[in-house]
T-cell receptor
């Protein structure tokens, strides 16, 4: 079956530091890959996505590249801000058994200090 | 568009009580899902639906029922609440478009069972 593994948090950084959150996946087919962000007290919202190998998704200064050879989709940002403090979820969507219900990682909490 | 709406936002129940969590979407999405979010456990899929009249079980379905009589609505019923069902519940919807099915999440219902 499909699975997503994320680095455990919390990740604690100072403002303007470089961010990497690791995500690796296992899938039977050719999945699409997603990063979602959850701000305190809110639901998840899509941050970025990539639908095929070597695609790079980007949004709000965040980037992630779909690496089929290493089955990875690591999230990066060059300079984090306090407002980036949130929980980040990696997810994949695949035609597993005919349905595209996504598989989520456990989430990684990011705390950015001024 | 209102997107995905959930009611109520907060609820306190006593053990053994029943209740229905409401979820509605106005985007004509085929897929709808219910998740629960617990500390350290990420998102766990309870039930999902790929269209009106079609539902299926997710990872943690015990103690919950669903039905999908219309495209717009997907209520989640707790038959006899237990303290283990204390959690934050999220409803999500998406198009049935395979690689492009971004999930749209509601704001969540925070449930406490005493």
């Amino acid at each position: 079956g499909n699975s997503v593994t994320q680095m455990e948090g919390p990740v604690t950084l100072s403002e303007e530091a470089f961010l990497t959150i690791n995500c690796t996946y296992t899938a039977t087919g050719y999945p699409s890959l997603f990063w979602y962000v959850q701000y305190p007290g809110e639901g998840l919202q899509l941050l970025l996505k990539a639908t095929k190998a070597d695609d790079k998704g980007s949004n709000k200064g965040f980037e992630a590249t779909y690496r089929k050879e290493t089955t990875s989709f690591h999230l990066e940002k060059g300079s984090v801000q306090v407002s980036d403090s949130a929980v980040y979820f990696c997810a994949l969507s695949d035609a597993n058994g005919g349905s595209y219900i996504p598989t989520f990682g456990r989430g990684t909490s990011l705390i950015v200090h001024p | 568009n209102a997107g995905v709406t959930q009611t109520p936002k907060f609820q306190v129940l006593k053990t053994g009580q029943s209740m229905t969590l409401q979820c509605a979407q106005d985007m004509n999405h085929e897929y709808m899902s219910w998740y629960r979010q617990d500390p350290g456990m990420g998102l766990r899929l309870i039930h999902y639906s790929v269209g009106a009249g079609i539902t299926d079980q997710g990872e943690v379905p015990n103690g919950y029922n669903v039905s999908r009589s219309t495209t717009e609505d997907f209520p989640l019923r707790l038959l006899s609440a237990a303290p283990s069902q204390t959690s934050v519940y999220f409803c999500a919807s998406s198009y049935r478009s395979g690689a492009y099915n971004e999930q749209f999440f509601g704001p969540g219902t925070r449930l406490t069972v005493l």
